[in-house]
């Protein structure tokens, strides 16, 4: 079955860093595009990166841009999140998915806590 389990998350101060990851299992992870989304308290969840299936395709969402970088390892079957310059709006669950017709498959999310 299709597992994705995500770690990396914890407390850090404005301005400090954080790399997220995301193992997956289950599936030829290769063969499929990754994203990361997070959701913060009271906010619907939102789109924060997305990969291509070989790594050489990446986007991001416009308050991230700069800052977060998005990557991938196949023969690890891990993608990467790397957060620099972070922001108390960054605050937020986040979490990888893998997207399937008929519904997503999505990891149990790792919280990430800016503050001083």
């Known amino acids: 079955q299709v597992q994705l389990v995500e770690s990396g998350g914890g407390l850090v101060q404005p301005g400090g860093s954080l790399r997220l990851s995301c193992v997956a299992s289950?599936?030829?992870?290769?063969?499929?595009?990754m994203s990361w989304y997070r959701q913060a308290p009271g906010k619907e969840r939102e789109l924060v990166a997305v990969?291509?299936?070989?790594?050489?395709?990446?986007n991001y969402a416009d308050s991230v841009k700069g800052r977060f970088t998005i990557s991938r390892d196949n023969a690890k079957n891990t993608v990467y999140l790397q957060m620099n310059s972070l922001k108390p709006e960054d605050t937020a669950v986040y979490y990888c998915?893998?997207?399937?017709?008929?519904?997503?498959?999505w990891g149990q999310g790792t919280q990430v806590t800016v503050s001083s």
């Open positions: 289950g599936f030829p992870f290769s063969r499929y595009a």
């Open positions: 998915k893998r997207p399937a017709t008929g519904g997503d498959y």
């Open positions: 990969i291509t299936t070989l790594g050489g395709g990446t």
